[in-house]
């Protein structure tokens, strides 16, 4: 059974860091790609980063990019996102997702390019 489990949320002022973790268990995930999306309240949820199975191509949305990184670890199996310069509307659930066949980019941008998913983490940034 796969299972993602994220962990790094929580309370935050403007301008800090957090970093988020997901780890993956069940199988592997070196040769498809992680994600990360949030939730904010009353919100959809939305994209905010994605890795590629090999690593090395990492996509942002426009409103993390140059904040956010995304990154994995040798093994493939857990992903984090570290966030810096962090602002109020970047308050929201974050969920890690993960892909069981290596798709596009255009698709893991987008939730349908996912088939595993965590329960997410709260990240909360207020002064």
């Keep these: 059974q796969v ?7 929580g309370l935050v002022q403007p301008g800090g ?21 949030r939730q904010a309240p009353g919100k959809e949820r939305e994209f ?3 890795s590629s199975w090999s690593g ?11 904040r956010f990184t995304i990154s994995r670890d ?6 984090y996102l570290q966030m810096n310069s962090l602002k109020p509307e970047d308050t929201a659930v974050y969920y890690c997702a993960a892909q069981a066949l290596r798709r596009t980019t ?3 941008m987008g939730e349908i390019g996912y088939d595993y998913w965590g329960q997410g983490t ?3 940034v207020s002064s």
């Excluded at 090395?56 to 140059?66: C, F, I």
């Excluded at 040798?74 to 992903?79: A, H, L």
């Design 3 to 9: 299972q993602l489990v994220e962990s790094g949320g």
């Design 17 to 37: 860091s957090l970093r988020l973790s997901c780890a993956a268990s069940g199988r592997t995930f070196i040769t498809s790609g992680m994600g990360w999306f």
């Design 48 to 50: 905010v980063a994605t």
């Design 56 to 66: 090395g191509n990492n996509y942002y949305a426009d409103s993390v990019k140059g």
């Design 74 to 79: 040798n093994v493939g199996n857990t992903v």
């Design 106 to 108: 255009a698709q893991s």
């Design 122 to 124: 709260q990240v909360t």
